[in-house]
């Protein structure tokens, strides 16, 4: 059933508007086929007020196919069970991928309220469903008859998933412990928007605006995009800074006034944490109060335990284990990257002390004075166009695919739309790419599908609608080009991994679709690897003004600086994976003061250094209140291992292009969604398990060869 995986998608919201739906004249199109190129949604034809009824109408067509699965009075079967479940929802599915990515993307008043409805409703729909006794009892039956049915191994695994996840959904408790897991569920829909309400709400709220003597150390290109922020503000004669990293990040790093510097940070830092209408600690204590009665209703000890039973990792202990043996190495590389930044600090003010909004600017000097390499000498080689080319350079060359524009419905005129062709010019899949920042739209950056991978009930493979979404510094002027940094062009290259994942699919069952959660991340992050790659450098990385490759000098040093700060890095983000896991593996709840709880797990139990903050604080936490990654936020590092250990595949070859290599890494991993267990398919494209030492040489964190196993 496509449905229940929809109850994992992020739900970004921002404030909620109450609102009257006025259902539009005429066909709904959510409702109809769409007559669009390639199947494309219809998004010139859809309107906000269109939502609610489709979900309504899709609803009630769902539950009409389940109760014609009870109502069979056949012996249950795979046929008539578990495939016909597999297939019901595809209407509802759609109409929700459509709806929540763009709510993501280009969000309004009237979404939001519609979100508000909508959250709870397919909240409640799905408990329906799980808890349905009759449904349950039919797949059961299957279950129970596995070793004697006959089935291949894909019927087998199919049926053992959708069981599992009728057990892990609370289909074997009595009725009144059902009654109150369906009324926790209810009230966590509702919790995440109202966190992610709160915080897009404050993130839209906050600006720093500054006069001319604030602008001391900002590059010109910095300085251009904050007039164009302060007239979009109404603040005229002023410069404008955001909390969206495109604007934070250069501020931190390159401003000259320390005070201001603290004042954009400690912003970043304190979003909903101040004890008013948007304040997300109450919602935090709330969360996780219902979520550790979850678990304790279906037998797990916490939350964690509950989420990882389903994950690679199995249990908290082996993410411990993991996270345990990288810390000790990351703080110490971090303490030494500290140190370096002090001895500048004192040689330029006669002071050693630094604080965490200090950090950003004393690393930027470090690298200058340590590797000659300056960011804002680097971005006219990485241009906008010139990343993007060459990524469909490197999926040329690696899995033989092209990318061609078409002319097809956008949710929003910024968008870029491409047919992706596969090696033998068939086509593959359609691709939306959504670069810049602008009201209504989400932070970060994501990869998302309008319409999975599938097949027809005729064995006709559907191919899926990918969506790719960003917020990259925008250009000063239409006609100029939007220059990235290193980090946004690695960005582009994650999530473009994440889109080959959706292209590449090729699995028969619905229910086979998705990986585990610490298995996603590794189609994302390999891609990573090729970024700076010195031959892929010199094809795509070309000025844009003068076309001229970059020179070799540069491409030296940013291959000299790949290990470049990599202890507050990797320190930053070990601090969040803590984090998350500590207020999630709780056996038992107390009322939690979120802040002191945090202090007490990062800086007194694991000896945090206060120049460095986690990369999220629990109030603005997004990725694990309302983004899906609850006890997973450690699953990108879990991934990492597998994506360095995967990537010395191509290394060992002598070409890191070599399409050999990478034709068996989409037969043995892309293709295969939830075939088999994660790491079952990482063993059928490696030949051995992961190691963890091509991970701790490439954060710097080791420097003898050493070997150990995941």
Known sequence: MRFIALLLMPLMTTMIYSCKHHAPEGPNPLLSEWNTPFGVPPFDQIETDHYLPAFEAAIAEHTAQIDSITADGETPSFENTILAFDRSGERLSRIANVFYLVAAADNNPEMQAVQEKVSPMLSGHSDQIMHNEALFARVKTVYESLPTSGLDSLQQRLTRKIYKEFVRSGAALDPEKKQQLQKINEELSLLQVQFGNNLLSENKDFILAVDSSGLAGLPTNVVTAAAAAAEKAGKTGQWVFTLSKPSLIPFLTNSERRDLRETLYKGYLERCNHNNETDNKQIVNDMIRLRTERAHLLGYPSHAAFVLDDEMAKTPENVYSLLDGLWTPALERAKAELAEMKQLSKEEKGDDSLASWDWWYYAEKVRKAKYALDEEM???????????????????????????????????????????????????????????????????????????????????????????????????????????????????????????????????????????????????????????????????????????????????????????????????????????????????????????????????????????????????????????????????????????????????????????????????????????????????????????????RARGLIQEKSSSAQ
């Open 378 to 696: 680097l971005r006219p080689y990485f241009s906008l166009e010139n990343v993007r080319n060459g990524i469909f350079m490197l999926c040329n060359r690696l899995y033989g695919l092209t990318f061609r524009p078409i002319s097809a419905p956008v949710y929003n005129n910024e968008c870029h739309v491409y047919e992706v062709l596969d090696k033998d010019n068939s086509h593959l899949g359609v691709l939306y790419l959504d670069f810049f920042p602008r009201d209504g739209k989400s932070g970060g950056a994501w990869c998302g599908t309008f319409r999975d991978q599938s097949y027809d009930e005729k064995g006709n493979r559907i191919s899926p609608v990918v969506s790719i979404v960003c917020n990259f510094t925008r250009p000063a002027s239409n006609s100029q080009s939007a220059l990235l940094t290193l980090d946004e062009t690695a960005t582009f290259f994650h999530e473009f991994g994440h889109a080959l994942h959706n292209f590449f699919l090729d699995v028969k069952y619905n229910g086979l679709n998705s990986v585990e959660r610490d298995f996603v991340e590794l189609p994302s992050q390999i891609m990573e690897n090729w970024a700076f790659e010195p031959e892929l450098l010199r094809q795509y990385a070309l000025h844009y003004q003068s076309g001229n490759p970059i020179p070799d000098h540069l491409i030296e040093k940013i291959q000299n600086s790949k290990l470049f700060n990599q202890g507050f890095a990797t320190v930053e983000y070990l601090a969040a994976s803590y984090s998350d896991l500590d207020i999630h593996n709780l056996d038992e709840y107390a009322p939690i003061d979120v802040n002191a709880f945090e202090k007490r797990v990062l800086n007194e139990k694991r000896g945090l250094i206060p120049e460095i903050e986690p990369r999220y604080r629990y109030p603005y936490f997004s990725h694990i209140f309302d983004g899906g990654y609850s006890s997973g936020y450690y699953g990108y590092i879990w991934a990492e291992v597998l994506d360095k250990d995967a990537f010395q595949a191509f290394a060992e070859t002598g070409d890191i292009f070599n399409s050999d290599v990478a034709q068996r890494f989409r037969r043995e991993v892309l293709s295969k969604g939830g075939s088999a267990d994660g790491m079952v398919l990482y063993r059928n494209f490696r030949g051995q398990e992961p190691a963890r030492e091509p991970l701790l």
